[in-house]
Nanobody, 121 residues
Framework: QVQLVESGGGLVQAGGSLRLSCAAS????????MGWFRQAPGKEREFVAA????????YYADSVKGRFTISRGGARNTVHLQMTSLKPEDTAVYYC??????????????WGQGTQVTVSS
């Protein structure tokens, strides 16, 4: 059974930083891209960032470029999202996702339950 478990969400003031982590277990292969998405109240879920299986390629939404950094852990089954210079518009539930695909996946196969990030002004 595949599980993706996010951690690290919370409340932070604008301009602050947070680090999200996602631990994956039960993935059937080693070649998978992992990504972060977010969904704010009343809005559709949107892509935030992704990293390929080797950690050598990263992808970002324009809205977070230069502020967020995605990386994989040493064991390759973890992924981190370092968020800096946070803005109130970054407030959302952040979801970890995994796709059995090396690159930018057309869709994701597995999803976590989400972790709340709230940025106060």
């Amino acid at each position: 059974q595949v599980q993706l478990v996010e951690s690290g969400g919370g409340l932070v003031q604008a301009g602050g930083s947070l680090r999200l982590s996602c631990a994956a277990s039960g993935l059937p292969s080693r070649s998978y891209t992992m990504g972060w998405f977010r969904q704010a109240p009343g809005k559709e879920r949107e892509f935030v960032a992704a990293v390929n299986w080797s950690g050598t390629m990263t992808y970002y939404a324009d809205s977070v470029k230069g502020r967020f950094t995605i990386s994989r852990g040493g064991a390759r089954n973890t992924v981190h999202l370092q968020m800096t210079s946070l803005k109130p518009e970054d407030t959302a539930v952040y979801y970890c996702a995994a796709a059995e695909y090396d690159g930018v996946p057309p869709s994701y196969d597995y999803w976590g339950q989400g972790t709340q990030v709230t940025v106060s002004s």
